[in-house]
């Protein structure tokens, strides 16, 4: 059963960055054709999509997001990253790792983490 | 943008009876559209994509039907488990994917 986990501090100050990693477990995040990613969701934006990552390290990203957000891939430890810079209090969400059946349709999230931005 | 409004907001039906679940895209999508259920405390979970396949493991009283800008969620006979919040998602390949604001199916 494929799961996915995500982990990294609840809380960042403004003007920082937010890290946050996946840990895959149940498959290998390296099988095609399979590409995994990030999603938020927040009370005042509702769900809203991050990006997504190939294992090769391809990646394609909301264009509103896109100049604050790096992904990688470690597929030696079966995991994934989100880097977002310069947060904001707009930034608080409960964040998600998804794997993507296909474009940006997802099929496995993880549990979420709350992610709150605050001095 | 494309921009996903549902209707309606909240939706009482009995159990036993049949839902329907309205979104509509502000432009085509074409059959590029998918339905997620989501519980308090969970993550959202797929139930149909491309307008109208079923996910792994869905149950066949869930339906989805439509294309270009009109599309509709039907849930016949309607269980338990079944109340959650259902959220329509277009992925329309020419603009960034965008999600509905969510219809919330209540016990009446």
């Known amino acids: 059963q494929l799961q996915l986990q995500e982990s990294g501090p609840r809380l960042v100050r403004p003007s920082d960055t937010l890290s946050l990693t996946c840990s895959v477990s149940?498959?290998?995040?390296?099988?095609?054709?399979?590409?995994w990613g990030w999603i938020r969701q927040s009370p005042g934006k509702g769900l809203e999509w991050i990006g997504r990552?190939?294992?090769?390290?391809?990646?394609y990203h909301n264009p509103s997001l896109e100049s604050r957000v790096t992904m990688s891939v470690d597929t030696s430890k079966n995991q994934f990253s989100l880097k977002m810079t310069s947060v904001t209090v707009a930034d608080t969400a409960v964040y998600y790792c998804?794997?993507?059946?296909?474009?940006?349709?997802?099929?496995?999230w993880g549990q979420g983490t709350l992610v709150t931005v605050s001095s | 943008e494309v921009v996903m409004t549902q209707s309606p907001a909240t939706l009482s039906v009995s159990p036993g009876e049949r839902a329907t679940l309205s979104c509509r895209a502000s432009?085509?999508?074409?059959?590029?559209l998918a339905w997620y259920q989501q519980k308090p405390g969970q993550a959202p979970r797929l139930l149909i994509y491309?307008?109208?396949t079923r996910a792994t493991g869905i149950p066949a009283r869930f339906s989805g039907s439509g294309s270009g800008t009109e599309f509709t969620l039907t849930i016949s006979s309607l269980q338990s488990d079944d109340f959650a919040v259902y959220y329509c998602?277009?992925?329309?390949?020419?603009?960034?994917?965008?999600f509905g604001q969510g219809t919330r199916l209540e016990i009446k």
């Open positions: 998804v794997r993507h059946l296909m474009v940006v349709v997802m099929d496995y």
């Open positions: 491309g307008a109208s």
């Open positions: 990552i190939y294992f090769s390290g391809n990646t």
């Open positions: 149940g498959d290998s995040i390296s099988r095609s054709p399979y590409y």
């Open positions: 432009q085509s999508v074409s059959s590029n």
């Open positions: 998602q277009q992925y329309n390949n020419l603009t960034p994917t965008t």
